[in-house]
Each structure stands twice: as structure tokens, then as C-alpha cells.
């Protein structure tokens, strides 16, 4: 089982988002039979394998085993991965694609697609050293300014720095956005 599986395809997408399959698939974090999970949902055998059967031709599921039961093959399932991310591009964007002000929503949601496709095809298997750092920053509206532009300039020393052609690539993404509205 992956960590994480990226869904590409509209059938995919199709496939999870519906209530039922999402339970059904959280049921397939462990190998069990449609039996089992009707048992766990108080459905029917035969309606949860329709949805097993349908997250199978998805490649979201994939059967692990089977065992005979009372003359018949019952099948034990799994879900292929841990977590599903579903490409911003399932969805699609509503009107052109104009340039985007960096400092706009819409600039960060491109950047924010283009880090998930990247994350979800690196390859699992093979070490690579990566780093994620997340934090709060809390900047007075009158310096606001000021700060992003110390920021700018910071990251465009580290590019100049370490700009070279030499040596492993490494992809930077820096996403800073107003936190939202807190109780405090």
C-alpha cells in the first residue's frame, strides 16, 4: 500500500466521491472481505461489492487474496494507498489562464497544484532528502510591504547562491497567505 496515490483521471475521481465508496474505502485500510465490511457498514454483501468492484476498476482497491467460503471464492480487498489527492485539473479553471499577479489567490493556487503534482510523482521507494517547514508570521499591515519584499530579496539571494548547474536540482515553493479570521 502507498502513502499517497494521485488521481488523474475523471473516472477515478467518478469512482471515490461518493459517500458510500469513501466508507467502503476507509473500511480497506486493513485486507478484509465484502462480507466483513457489510457487516461493519450494516449493508448488504452484495452492495458493498458493487462499490468494491467499481473502486477496483478504478485502481483505487486491489484484491489481495480470497479464500473458499461455503463452496464460493470470497474475495479480500485493500485500498491501494493511505490517502488520494485529487488533481486541481479534474476540476478544471472556469475562463482563460491570464498571468497572475504574484500577490494574487490565484497565482498561489497555480503554485499550490504544481507542488501536488510534483509531491505525488516522486518516486516512494527511492530516498531523496526534502524538507517542509511551516510557520506564523505576523506582520502589522503598514509593514506588510516591507516584509514581502525582505522576503523576495532573501529568496533571490539563496537562487543566485545556489543557482548553479552543478549538483542535485531541488524544487523551492513558498506559498505565504493571510492565515484567515481566528477567534482571538
Do not use: N
Request: glycine share 8%; aromatic share 6%; net charge negative.
Amino acid at each position: 500500500m502507498r502513502d499517497v496515490q494521485y488521481l488523474e483521471e475523471i473516472e477515478q475521481a467518478e469512482a471515490l466521491l461518493k459517500p458510500q465508496r469513501v466508507e467502503v474505502l476507509r473500511q480497506l485500510a486493513e485486507p478484509r472481505s465484502c462480507t466483513e465490511i457489510a457487516e461493519a457498514l450494516g449493508q448488504t454483501p452484495q452492495r458493498v461489492y458493487y462499490h468494491v468492484k467499481r473502486l477496483v476498476e478504478a485502481g483505487l482497491v486491489a484484491q489481495v487474496g480470497s479464500r473458499r467460503v461455503r463452496g464460493i471464492t470470497e474475495g479480500h480487498y485493500q485500498a491501494t494507498a493511505r490517502s488520494y489527492w485529487l488533481s486541481p485539473r479534474l476540476v478544471g479553471r472556469i475562463g482563460s489562464r491570464a498571468a497572475r499577479d504574484e500577490l494574487g489567490l490565484g497565482h498561489l493556487l497555480d503554485l499550490m497544484e504544481e507542488v501536488q503534482a510534483d509531491v505525488a510523482a516522486l518516486d516512494p521507494d527511492r530516498e531523496r532528502p526534502s524538507i517542509g517547514v511551516s510557520g506564523e508570521i505576523r506582520v502589522p499591515a503598514e509593514r506588510r510591504q516591507e516584509f514581502f519584499e525582505d522576503l523576495k530579496t532573501t529568496l533571490q539571494e539563496l537562487f543566485a547562491r545556489y543557482g548553479g548547474a552543478e549538483g542535485e536540482a531541488f524544487k523551492l515553493a513558498l506559498a505565504c497567505y493571510p492565515k484567515g479570521e481566528t477567534d482571538e
